[in-house]
């Protein structure tokens, strides 16, 4: 068992109070400030340095279940396509965010939900549904202040680790 770590339980803390404040919250000026909290809070989830690769959540396990129903002779081509579908998440979610292009982040955060629970990226699937439930709502705070600066550290994570990952042995791609 890991011992607790006090930094993330504290933003984790912080992160409920912010939903239960938001709860009580309504003018648009309480509603701006909130978003500034939010957003201060997501940069500060980002130098956690107890989640020195970026992933809060990830089963390994379940990666190497997709890597072995592939097989020696498609892990390879799987990894490959993995790294090029994940990329594709990530210029698009980007693009959709920086844009507001709510079609583009709907797509990207649909495939993302897909790619991340298959791969057993916990948090980074909990993060493409949020981003995706955002876009739905057309939510600019929650996409650009709470929800991308978190899911491209995570998805970069991924993509890293992929990346890294060696095709097991007797594959023939």
Not at 77 to 81: I, P, S
Not at 159 to 166: K, Q
């Given at each position: 068992m890991t011992s607790p770590d006090p930094l993330a339980e504290a933003m984790d803390d912080l992160r409920r109070a912010i939903a239960v404040l938001s709860q009580h919250l309504s003018t648009p000026d309480d509603l701006a400030v909130l978003d500034r909290l939010q957003a201060a809070t997501a940069q500060l989830s980002l130098r956690?340095?107890?989640q020195p690769i970026g992933l809060r959540d990830f089963d390994p396990a379940c990666f190497r279940r997709l890597l072995d129903?592939?097989?020696p002779g498609m892990a390879g081509?799987?990894?490959?396509?993995l790294v090029a579908d994940l990329g594709n998440c990530r210029t698009l979610t980007r693009a959709g965010a920086a844009g507001l292009d709510w079609d583009a982040l709907r797509e990207g955060s649909h495939v993302l939900i897909s790619l991340a629970g298959s791969v057993?990226?916990?948090s980074l699937q909990?993060?493409?549904e949020a981003l995706n439930t955002a876009a739905h709502?057309?939510?600019v705070a929650a996409t650009q202040g709470l929800l991308m600066p978190s899911l491209l550290a995570e998805l970069d994570a991924l993509?890293?680790?992929?990346?890294?990952?060696?095709a097991p042995e007797g594959d023939i791609s």
């Open positions: 956690t340095p107890s129903l592939a097989g081509t799987l990894l490959t396509h057993g990226a916990v909990a993060l493409a709502r057309q939510d993509i890293a680790l992929v990346r890294a990952t060696p």
